[in-house]
């Protein structure tokens, strides 16, 4: 008796996902050409300053089918480090930018937005370049004394007597067309401000009897 194998149940065959290896005239497209989308996307990504990762991810891409495909192809390879290298440089400017804002005063979140970079990017450049995290730690430094130095130019005194009277703190900061952050900025960083601020409270709290109201003289 002959051997007989069992009886599968057979399987619809699904598309493949993958691109479409047809050019517009039907006739199929040769490997290189396929390529062209997703290394376009890859070099554009790279020449933006994008890491490799991030380049790759954004073609759709594992990072070792673009290594083999610059293994494969010396047109491509050089392209990569054409790309690269503008993507050095872009990425220098950027951070330079990045760091003037820093040094002007502003916030880091705020200064992230403006060069067109996440947070957690800078972040990770700033843990893998010592240089860098320097010149980040005092860009901040120098941007928090200008900044405290043009806010205690201003005359506190209208917030002050408006928190005194029990008005709300983002209702007496309008008295000074001030953000709150910028307030509670100050109070951190500057203790005498933060001594009126506490005085201007306890005169809300005892209804201003027994304490003098406080000012910015």
């Known amino acids: 008796m002959t051997y007989q194998p ?10 493949y996902p993958g691109p479409n290896l047809l ?13 062209k989308e997703t290394n376009r996307v890859f070099l554009a990504a790279l020449a933006s ?23 494969n192809d010396p047109e491509f390879a050089a392209a990569w480090a054409k790309a690269a290298e503008i993507g050095a440089q872009f990425e220098a400017d950027v951070r ?8 002007s005063g502003l916030a880091v979140n705020a200064a ?13 450049n700033r843990r893998q370049d010592p240089a ?22 201003l005359d506190f005194r209208p917030f002050f007597v408006a928190v005194s009277q029990g008005s709300a703190i983002e ?28 005085r201007a409270l306890q005169v809300k709290k005892n209804e201003g009897q027994g304490l003098a109201r406080p000012n910015a003289d």
């Open 171 to 198: 209702t007496a900061a309008a008295e000074l067309n001030l953000p709150v952050s910028s307030l509670y900025f100050l109070k951190r960083h500057d203790p005498e401000f933060a001594e009126m601020w506490a």
């Open 96 to 103: 330079q930018k990045f760091l003037e804002l820093l040094h």
């Open 6 to 15: 069992p009886k599968t149940r057979a399987k619809r065959l699904k598309p």
């Open 23 to 35: 050019s517009a005239t039907g006739e199929p497209l040769s490997k290189n050409e396929s390529y």
């Open 49 to 71: 300053g994008q890491t490799f990762r991030k380049s790759a991810m954004r073609a759709g891409k594992s990072e070792g089918c673009f290594v083999y495909r610059r293994r």
């Open 132 to 153: 860098f995290d320097a010149a980040w730690v005092e860009a901040v430094a120098v941007g928090r004394e200008k900044k405290i130095a043009k806010l205690k130019n």
């Open 112 to 124: 992230a937005r403006l060069v067109g970079r996440c947070l957690i990017q800078l972040t990770e």
